[in-house]
Nanobody, 109 residues
Framework: QVQLAESGGGLVQAGGSLRLSCVVSISTFSTMAWYRQAPGKQRELVATISWSVITKYVDSVKGRFTISRDNAKNTVTLQMNNLKPEDTAVYYC?????WGQGTQVTVSS
């Protein structure tokens, strides 16, 4: 069973930055993704990164968020800059059929 463990969430003021990390329990050659779910809303795909480091982002975070991976450390990172209150959500790491437990990001105005 693959396990994913997120860290790095927290409370930040609008305009601030946070860095989320996801450690995967096994070596992964798959596309990795970050999702988020705000209260009362459906889970939303935020960013993906392929094994060949091709990245994709939802329009609302383009230019502010950066997804990266370190295959030697089985880690995927989401650098979030210029955060906005609408970025408030639980952020989840995802690979294949597996999800992390989520980490809360709260952006105050």
């Amino acid at each position: 069973q693959v396990q994913l463990a997120e860290s790095g969430g927290g409370l930040v003021q609008a305009g601030g930055s946070l860095r989320l990390s996801c450690v995967v329990s096994i070596s992964t050659f798959s596309t990795m993704a970050w999702y988020r779910q705000a209260p009362g809303k459906q889970r939303e795909l935020v960013a993906t990164i392929s094994w060949s480091v091709i990245t994709k982002y939802v329009d609302s975070v383009k230019g502010r968020f950066t997804i990266s991976r370190d295959n030697a450390k089985n880690t995927v990172t989401l650098q979030m800059n210029n955060l906005k209150p609408e970025d408030t959500a639980v952020y989840y790491c995802h690979r294949g059929d597996f999800w992390g437990q989520g980490t809360q990001v709260t952006v105050s105005s």
